[in-house]
């Protein structure tokens, strides 16, 4: 019921930046948390950071906090991703989701609690 679109990935250099975007689409109203993801490669799929709809905290993972920022246009249904200071250990697919309920004490970071996800971009950053 709901449609999301990543876009921005790409490859970059260590200590650039990239933007990615989503783009929610369909029943946008039921949506409570957008939030980011990545996987690498013969690695599990790791919570980035998360961001809620109405009043509330950001989430943001250890690994990301002060070079990752999450932000949203409510007008565009658009969530963003600024990735700066960027590092080879940051090279994954990353991942857009979305979650209908409040977590009522799970963790924001649990990728099998969004039942929406978009298809992924792919980000790399080389050394």
């Known amino acids: 019921q709901v449609q999301l679109v990543e876009s921005g990935g790409g490859s970059v250099q260590a200590g650039g930046s990239l933007k990615l975007s989503c783009v929610a689409s369909?029943?946008?109203?039921?949506?409570?948390?957008m939030g980011w993801f990545r996987q690498a490669p013969g690695k599990e799929r790791e919570g980035v950071g998360c961001?809620?709809?109405?009043?509330?905290?950001?989430y943001y993972a250890d690994s990301v906090k002060g070079r990752f920022t999450i932000s949203r246009d409510a007008a565009k249904n658009t969530v963003y991703l600024q990735m700066n200071s960027l590092k080879s250990e940051d090279t994954a697919m990353y991942y857009c989701?979305?979650?209908?309920?409040?977590?009522?004490?799970?963790?924001?970071?649990?990728?099998?609690?969004?039942?929406?996800w978009g298809q992924g971009t792919q980000v790399t950053v080389s050394s």
């Open positions: 989701a979305v979650r209908t309920q409040s977590f009522y004490g799970s963790t924001w970071a649990s990728p099998t609690k969004y039942p929406y």
């Open positions: 369909g029943s946008t109203d039921s949506i409570y948390y």
């Open positions: 961001i809620r709809s109405g009043p509330g905290p950001t």
